[in-house]
């Protein structure tokens, strides 16, 4: 692809093809993340093809939310005893 082409409305459907990629046989789905990672590298891939000249300008890149972590349940159902740091001391 040419870049004078690349537009926003050519990585958007990127990003959209990554969020509804379905998993092969063993595989898992792209976390929100990992998703959100890719447009990152791209640009600033072509920030850099825009400083050395070969790239007119930069396109608009979509923004792409990503949900928060929640927390890991805890491994127990009850806290420790009183004195369990005392060999840490």
Known sequence: M???KLKRRTIWPFVKEMRERKPYQGEVRLAPLTIKN???ALKIAL???VE???MPSLPAF???RVPKKKPHPMMYSRTP???WRSGFT
């Open 2 to 4: 040419q870049t004078e």
């Open 38 to 40: 890719y447009p990152v």
């Open 47 to 49: 920030g850099r093809a």
């Open 52 to 54: 050395q000249k070969p």
């Open 62 to 64: 979509p923004a792409i």
């Open 81 to 83: 005893s009183p004195g």
